[in-house]
C-alpha cells in the first residue's frame, strides 16, 4: 500500500474516533490515572520496515498497565521457556472481569491466562533475578528493546499509587501463593508487577510492539529478532482471544486482529504480516477498553481489510 493512503487511513480513523471524545470514564480506581488529561487522542501505525504513520497526541506519555502484560509474558517466555510458563498460568479465555478472583477459588488454582491479573502476577514470578532490582533491570531493558524507547522509564507516581491501593492484586496474588501457583516473595512479585504496569509509554511505542509481533518477533527498526517466533505466535493467540478483557469476542467480530488495552488507555494492535497499531485515548468503557481507541481500531480494519478472520 502506498505510503499516501495509509496515512489517509490513519487520519481518517482518528477524526472518525474523535465522534465518540468526551464519552467513558478515567480509571479512577488508581488515583493517578484520574489526574490524566481526558481529551487526548492519537493513532499510529508502524508497518514492518519500521515506517511511522501517526495523527495526534502519538507522543504524549501514559502508563502501560495492562499492556506490560504482553512485555512480561514475552520476558517470562525468554527467560524460561513455554512449557514452564504455562505450568503457572493456563491458555483460557474467561468471562470474568480481568481483576476477579472468583476463578482461583472455584474453579482452578492457577489463573486462566496471562492477560488477567492474577495470570500477569503469576508470569511475572516467573521472572529470574538474584534481586527485585535485578528482575526488573531485566523487564526494563527488554521493554525498552520492545517498545524501541532507550530511554523508557516507569512513571514513579504511578507505581506508588498502585503499590497503596492494590488490594485486589494483593489478594490475588496470596491467594495463589497458599495454592502453590505462585512461589517466593509475594511482596516482590507485586512491586515488579506494578512497576511494569506504571512503565510510561507512548501511542508510538505500542504501535512498534505491535510491529515487532506482526514481524514473527522481528524489530522493524534494527531488524533484529528479539521474540522467538514461537513465542510471538503464543503472544499474538492469547492477545486475540483474551486481550481485551471480556470485549476481546466483539473485538474480534468488530475488529479482528489480536490487541492488547490497559486501562491507561492505550490499546496495541497486531497485524500479522504488515503493521503494528497504536491508539490513545483515556476514556474508558465498562469493560476498562479505550472508547476512541476501539472506534479508531474499527475504523482502520474496515478501511485497510485487517481482519485476521477474512476470508
Not at 53 to 64: E, I, K, L, W
Request: charged share 20%; net charge negative.
Amino acid at each position: 500500500m502506498e505510503s499516501s493512503c495509509l496515512q489517509k487511513a490513519v487520519s481518517y480513523a482518528r477524526e472518525y474516533a474523535a465522534g465518540w471524545m468526551g464519552q467513558g470514564t478515567l480509571a479512577e480506581f488508581i488515583p493517578r490515572l484520574s489526574e490524566v488529561d481526558r481529551d487526548k487522542l492519537a493513532v499510529v501505525v508502524t508497518d514492518l520496515d519500521g515506517r511511522e504513520y501517526s495523527v495526534g497526541d502519538a507522543d504524549q506519555r501514559f502508563t502501560a498497565q495492562s499492556i506490560a502484560k504482553v512485555i512480561l509474558l514475552a520476558t517470562a517466555l525468554r527467560d524460561n521457556g513455554f512449557e514452564h510458563v504455562f505450568s503457572r498460568v493456563g491458555m483460557e479465555p474467561t468471562g470474568d472481569s480481568f481483576n476477579s478472583i472468583i476463578r482461583l477459588e472455584t474453579t482452578i488454582d492457577i489463573p486462566f491466562n496471562p492477560m488477567i491479573n492474577a495470570g500477569a502476577i503469576s508470569v511475572t514470578s516467573c521472572i529470574p533475578g538474584a534481586s527485585p532490582e535485578e528482575r526488573f533491570s531485566r523487564i526494563l531493558a527488554y521493554a525498552r528493546e520492545l517498545l524501541c524507547s532507550p530511554g523508557l522509564e516507569i512513571d514513579k507516581e504511578a507505581f506508588e499509587s498502585e503499590m497503596l491501593t492494590g488490594d485486589r492484586n494483593r489478594a490475588l496474588a496470596y491467594m495463589m501463593s497458599s495454592f502453590g501457583s505462585v512461589t517466593g516473595k509475594v511482596e516482590d512479585h507485586l512491586a515488579l508487577y506494578f512497576k511494569a504496569c506504571a512503565l510510561f509509554v507512548s501511542c508510538r511505542e505500542i504501535s512498534h510492539l505491535g510491529a515487532v509481533l506482526a514481524g514473527g518477533g522481528i524489530s522493524p527498526v534494527t531488524k533484529k529478532k528479539i521474540i522467538d517466533p514461537f513465542h510471538a505466535k503464543c503472544i499474538c493467540s492469547l492477545m486475540a482471544t483474551c486481550g481485551m478483557y471480556n470485549a476481546s469476542g466483539e473485538f474480534a467480530l468488530r475488529v479482528g486482529i489480536p490487541a492488547k488495552s490497559g486501562v491507561g488507555g492505550g490499546i496495541t494492535g497486531v497485524v500479522p504480516g504488515r503493521m503494528g497499531i497504536g491508539t490513545f485515548s483515556p476514556l474508558l468503557d465498562k469493560n476498562g477498553n479505550s472508547i476512541c481507541g476501539i472506534r479508531a481500531m474499527e475504523c482502520l480494519a474496515c478501511e485497510l481489510d485487517l481482519s485476521i478472520y477474512a476470508p
